[in-house]
């Protein structure tokens, strides 16, 4: 109930708020989709070794000239960490901040270091506006391959999780788990595991789902309730199944184009999106096309932003699912 009673309060901030992209979706009526970006697509990622970081300033107006107005942080350090600073930056080019990818060691015995790295963070986050904590639980800092946990190691990361919600949510921010290749909630069996033994809200990933081995629209379906927060990705499920048998790594899998322009992947986006329309889902939708840059710097109007361009013009095609109730 306490989880239910943030989300509502969350919600209510967007509102007040007003910082959003609403589609046009061509319809009578539409679903208030509100999508904002994120930096992993133009290939700025805190994976280790993922290749070329564009710039800051040309991310975040190349987000702007396509009509987004808000934003995920990214990697720790790629934006400024001092709140005004950040949100002066933001500001130059209209953007809100709407949450942040943060790795955390969550199944060793002590929860400290990730306890102070969240509530580092989450101070952070609410300073600057953001909304939600998303949360990946990974190995160690240095993104270690993953391992196989033990029931206790699981325990942990249960009780650990209701810590770090506690934390985040005394910032008044909303947790969500995201599901990570290479992390330790990564295949359909880890995304089952914990959903069973925690009540953690889910950031819906439909591209790591996929490449784990679940079905992105049967999570829709099953543990729509769970879902606080919602990354769009399109991919390519042959490369995926490559990188589940072991034999492609992630970042090679990326740059051979495991991810794809929405609607021309096997992620199932015009099913998830109808499924989250008729769920009433109103929070983010991030577009995250995860991008891997190998080589120089491409021209300017030319690189990631083609791309990021193609998928928002695929959602704007998507009639809404629902009516919704105009201001």
């Known amino acids: 109930m306490e989880r239910s009673n943030r989300l509502e309060r969350s919600n209510a901030h967007s509102a007040r708020t007003g910082q959003e992209t609403t589609l046009d979706t061509g319809a009578p009526t539409a679903v208030n989709r509100r999508l904002a970006g994120a ?113 206790g190691e699981w325990g942990r990361v249960a009780r650990h999780l209701a810590v770090i919600e506690e934390v985040v949510a005394a910032h008044g921010l909303a947790l969500a788990l995201h599901p990570h290749v290479g992390t330790l909630v990564e295949t359909a069996a880890d995304v089952e595991r914990v959903l069973a033994i925690s009540d953690v809200g889910w950031c819906f990933d439909t591209g790591h789902l996929l490449i784990g081995g679940a079905d992105p629209a049967a999570f829709v379906r099953d543990h729509g309730e769970r879902i606080v927060h919602v990354h769009l990705k399109d991919v390519d499920a042959a490369l995926a199944g490559r990188v589940r048998a072991g034999e492609l790594s992630l970042v090679a899998a990326t740059q051979a184009g495991l991810f794809r322009p929405l609607g021309h992947g096997d992620s199932g986006i015009e099913e998830v999106v109808s499924l989250l329309d008729r769920r009433g889902y109103e929070r983010w939708l991030v577009l995250e096309q995860d991008t891997a840059i190998a080589g120089h710097e491409p021209p300017d109007g030319d690189g990631p932003v083609l791309d990021v361009r193609r998928s928002i013009e695929y959602l704007t095609t998507l009639a809404p699912e629902r009516e919704v109730a105009q201001p």
């Open 39 to 151: 930096p992993i697509s133009w290939g700025v990622c805190e994976v280790p070794d993922w290749g070329l970081m564009l710039p800051p300033e040309r991310v975040l107006g190349e987000m702007a000239s396509l009509g987004l107005r808000a934003t995920e942080l990214g990697p720790i350090g790629y934006l400024p960490l001092d709140p005004s600073e950040l949100r002066a930056l933001l500001d130059r080019h209209g953007l809100a901040l709407v949450a942040a990818f943060v790795p955390l060691v969550l199944h060793e015995p002590s929860v400290d270091g990730a306890r102070a790295e969240a509530d580092r963070l989450a101070a952070l986050l609410a300073a600057a506006g953001a909304e939600v904590f998303v949360a990946a639980a990974v190995v160690d800092e240095a993104w270690s391959p993953r391992i196989e946990l033990d029931d």
